[in-house]
């Protein structure tokens, strides 16, 4: 070619080439994958699913068409991707196990609670629900814009007008790159009432939004044990979680012989990896209270748990299975949606009702306008035929004897275009005086109803009056009847129980070994001479830390450099005189993370935590807890920081010793008391890190290593001072230990 573009080469920095694709890449899959649209919560594949299905018209009145051919035409039409995807994704939009409102009412095998995948595409058939039909509405009346499909020989909604408060009351799940979303089922009845509620009072606040909805509600039902607290700091920041437990009955026999009935389960738990995970760990000895567990499901879920003698309590059976399976878990809530401007983000519970309002909003004042111009339209019609029905024998003339008839009724009788056009395109059976009178009766209504429809666009107030009838006809719709009533139970968080007693575990001493590679086992016994204990090739004993004697019923807390804090149990751990079995099996503790401390959990006490950085809080043994192999973030930290202490705090004053070797000592009430965070600043540095603290009562001293002479406060008054000071410089006794 002449302009020399061919062969051109261009060089490029992979830095700037990668980071300008990836990019992309990233954007295609926030905007057109993985987050829903706040105004109908709706992912690209499920709208297109929806519009797919309007358009081969299968109403809810209607007769079911294979899936196949839904799939088909979305594949074809509309989204570009793999048929297996797009049935997946209609599947779950029929289960109502995992939606709480279905969009699509299926006909054959679509799957089930214990986790059967649906039957092919080729076998099933679908149709839409009141719900999908819902999301519709006004579709058809300039509601919403459209945009042309991947090939342009279509258009497609961009958004729904979506009547029905989806992002809700279904909820949504996606992993994007870089950003997730995560938003749990809610009733359809208390989002319509809270939503009542804004278009009221605009400024009506989160806790008045909360009396009306308080919670998630979920297909599967289950209980909610999440403290109030918690559930408002999730609503009002978009970020949180909440706690779901089975729903049980205690039913009793004959003879004294009691069972636990189950009948609702957590969501998205598969009923029958939950009963396999209840036999393994029955296999392994850890549920000694449990007899035996059966599945006597039908239509329903009921699983009957069989205690191992009558003299166990139900409530310390289930709270046994509550901490080791998966009839509790935890939902979490990242309210990461796209806003109307495109734009994603998290929002909170106000925020994600106010855009669902105001698209509203938007969509009745578009619906009116288009209304109205059709009835101004229709007026337009009308009132030509009304100028010409009374002189038809004129009209007949012209059109017999005009070459153009069209122009001579225009001048004739001054009429329009669209009137001549449409007089011209009159039945002659229509050319009756009865006609007429329908006609007139026709013009007057619709002149009523473009006054209607004016003095509403002419009015804000008027329209979201407007707007809380349609909220009151949905809350009836949809909030009442099987379908609309609640099916989660919110309770209060449960008291602690104590493991000990649950466990029923005979009490007695052992001695936690753990090696510098992080291989951990339990000798029997207390006080033992370890010079004899065999490690793996290159392994040895973990200095400071290697060596915790405890007893069986004893819970144990990991406190690792990444901040998080990790349940062992004592009597769990392997034991024998083999090496044990690696730390990272039991947690999921990354490969970069590191033992930071190892200690006995005392249930009434409190614990400083503290990072290199010199940030540190303290925080009560409740919140140290974690069952769960993740653990629990308890310690934020900064880039390039690391957790490096876990003390008791039993005392009143704080002794921090840093790389510096400078020593402060300052009051213990200094250090908030919180249940997770960044912490306050312990102690100043320039240079260096945090090396070491303690907690210490003033009146018995600080002992700085087991064994050392206790120095009282007189001997730390030079070193007394505030937290996040400097310090001075440590004393010679000190350095010695």
Sequence with gaps: MADGTVGHIEPTQ????????????????????????????????????????????LDPGSGFKK???????????????????????????????????????????????????AAAMRYTEARMTEVATALLDGIDED?????????????????????????????AAGIAVGMATSIPPHNAGEVCAAAALLVRRPDAE?????????????????????????????????????????????????????????????????????????????????????????DESATDIRLVLEPKSRGVEPEVLMETLFRATQLETRFGLNMNVLGSDRVPRVMGLREVLREWLDHRHLVLRRRSEYRLAAVRRRLEILDGFLAVYLNLDEVIRIIREEDEPKAGLMAAFELSELQADAVLNM???????????EIRREHDALGRERDTIATLLDSEPLRWRRIGQELERLRKQFGSGPLGLRRSVLAEPPAPVDISAIAAIEREPITVVLSQKGWIR??????????????????????????????????????????????????????????????RLMIELGQEGEIAALFVLRDAARYLVAAAGGRGLVILAADLVAEKRTGKQV????????????????????????????????????????GRGTGATLQRYKDGGLRAVRVFAAASGLVWQEGAKPRSMTDLQPYAGHRAEAGRPAPGWLLRQ
């Design 67 to 117: 899936c196949a051919r839904v799939v088909g035409d979305v594949m074809g039409k509309y989204h570009p991707h793999g048929d297996s995807a797009i049935y997946e994704a209609m599947v779950r939009l029929a289960q109502d196990f995992a939606v709480r409102y279905p969009l699509v009412e299926g006909q054959g095998n679509f799957g089930s609670i214990d986790g059967d995948n």
């Design 522 to 583: 339990a000798l029997r016994g207390h006080q033992l001479d370890l010079s004899g204990q065999k490690f793996k090739e290159g392994d040895g004993l973990l200095p400071e830390l290697g060596v915790l004697e405890c007893t069986t019923t004893d819970r144990l807390c990991l406190f690792a450099s990444d901040g998080r804090a990790f349940t062992l149990r004592a009597g769990e751990l392997p034991r024998g005189r083999g090496d044990g079995q690696p730390i």
């Design 14 to 57: 992979l830095r700037e080439a990668l980071s300008e694709r990836y990019l992309a890449y990233a954007m295609s899959t926030i905007m057109s994958r993985s987050l829903p649209d706040v105004r109908d919560g709706l992912k690209p594949v499920h709208r297109r699913l929806i519009y797919a299905m309007r358009q081969l018209k």
């Design 427 to 437: 039945r002659l059976r229509s050319l009756r005086r009865l006609e007429e009178i």
């Design 143 to 171: 509601a919403v814009d459209f945009r042309p499909t991947y090939d342009g020989e279509e258009s497609e909604p961009v958004v729904l007008p979506a009547n029905f408060p989806n992002l809700l009351a279904n909820g």
């Design 206 to 294: 989160l806790d008045e939004l909360l009396a009306l909805m308080p919670g998630p509600d979920f297909p599967t039902g289950g209980v909610i044990v999440e403290d109030a607290a918690a559930i408002r700091s999730a609503y009002e920041t978009g970020r949180g979680g909440f706690r779901i437990r089975a729903r049980w009955e205690r039913e009793d026999g004959r003879l004294g012989i009691w069972v636990i009935v189950v009948t609702q389960i957590p969501y998205q738990v598969q009923k029958s990896r939950l009963i396999e995970q209840i036999a393994e760990l029955m296999e392994q000895k850890k549920l000694p209270l449990l007899g035996d567990v059966r």
């Design 635 to 674: 310690l934020n930290l900064k880039p390039d920081d690391r957790a490096v202490a876990c003390v008791e705090a039993e005392g009143d004053q704080v002794a921090v010793l840093g790389d510096n070797r400078r020593l402060l000592v300052f009051p213990l009430a200094e250090v908030a008391v919180l």
